[in-house]
């Protein structure tokens, strides 16, 4: 058994960190807190995005995390909450707004800290230090999208940012002690193996905390759709997705926390891969891979 998982995985899991720090069962709760996004200035904003994501459902944030609780405490009597703002950019507002929106959910019973979703570039001097002071109260994940390592790539799909600032807020964040969980993308267009290999090779020697990997889907409303549409850019089949992610963990430094391991499209609007709407197959595949290469996360990582 991988010594950091409790069941048949081969890799960091997110379960396993969980009850290896609370001693409890522990729920990511989502919530929509309205945030826009800096990449959306110009009326666009990454090509994957669907122009729908992150809009506002009406409901305010106490009565979207009740919801939630409500279900879940129907199947566990005892458990504990992280709030997770994860629509849109979740630190793009003056602090004022974030204060008031991330500390309604924290003074919730049973709150124990909060997994922020944001950008690179939405992260400025007064907003670090109130993450900073937030940090010291609670247990704080900030995730960073970053997608790809590759400039090319990044230009291509309109990330918006620079890999320089990406490091930046890295280090920014790690300077207060603050832990970081980074989105890559598997399969961007004309992106090989070997660029997504890169990609995991540079994060394995970053101070981050955790890991999120998709993989690209197209979503039926965004400029990727119609960007495929012409292009007719090669998506992964599940197989060779399976086989890049198995090489990724290889590679990646064992102390790194899986957040995630497979996209999650919504049906009804999900033009390609067909076959990520069967999540768990792909989690049971990768699992079966691993095992027939007697192999898990860090077997072949190398510090510097």
């Known amino acids: 058994m991988f010594k950091y998982s409790l069941d048949n995985k081969r890799y960091h899991t997110l379960n396993y ?16 807190a309205g945030f826009s996004c800096p990449n959306k200035k110009n009326g666009k904003g990454c090509i994957y995005c669907y122009n729908g994501s992150g809009e506002n459902n009406g409901m305010d944030l106490i009565s979207q995390f009740n919801k939630v609780k409500e279900i879940m405490s129907n199947k566990w009597d005892s458990s504990k ?10 630190t793009y507002a003056s602090v ?70 990406f490091n930046n807020a890295v280090n920014e964040l790690r300077k207060r ?15 090989t193996k070997e660029d997504m290999i890169e990609t995991i090779k540079y994060l394995s020697h ?10 690209l889907f197209i979503e039926k409303g965004t400029e990727l759709a119609e960007f495929y ?4 850019f090669h998506i992964l089949t599940k197989e ?17 926390v899986i957040h995630r391991i497979t996209g999650d499209p919504k049906k009804e609007l999900l033009i ?33």
């Open 240 to 256: 060779e997705y399976i086989d890049i992610v198995c090489d990724q963990l290889e590679l990646l430094n064992e102390k790194v």
């Open 177 to 191: 002690n603050i832990d970081v969980v980074v989105h890559i993308i598997n399969g961007l267009p004309y992106e």
């Open 96 to 165: 004022s707004e974030l204060k008031k929106k991330y500390e309604t959910i924290l003074n919730l019973p049973n709150v124990i800290g909060l997994n922020i979703a944001t950008r690179c570039d939405a992260l400025p001097k007064d907003v670090l230090d109130y993450l900073d002071e937030l940090n010291k109260k609670t247990d704080l994940i900030i995730e960073l999208g970053l997608q790809t390592i590759h400039e090319r790539t990044s230009k291509l799909i309109n990330r918006g940012h620079t890999l320089e600032e």
């Open 17 to 32: 960190y969980y009850k290896n720090k609370y001693k409890d069962k522990v729920f990511k709760v989502y919530l929509n």
């Open 229 to 232: 549409e012409k292009e007719k």
């Open 272 to 304: 390609e891969p067909k076959w990520l709407l069967k999540k768990f197959v792909v989690l049971n595949d990768i699992d079966k891979e691993l095992v027939r290469r007697d192999s898990y996360q860090g077997k072949y990582y190398k510090e510097k």
């Open 81 to 90: 909450y992280i709030g997770y703002f994860q629509a849109n950019t979740n």
């Open 206 to 215: 970053l101070d981050i905390q955790g890991i999120k990997i998709h993989m």
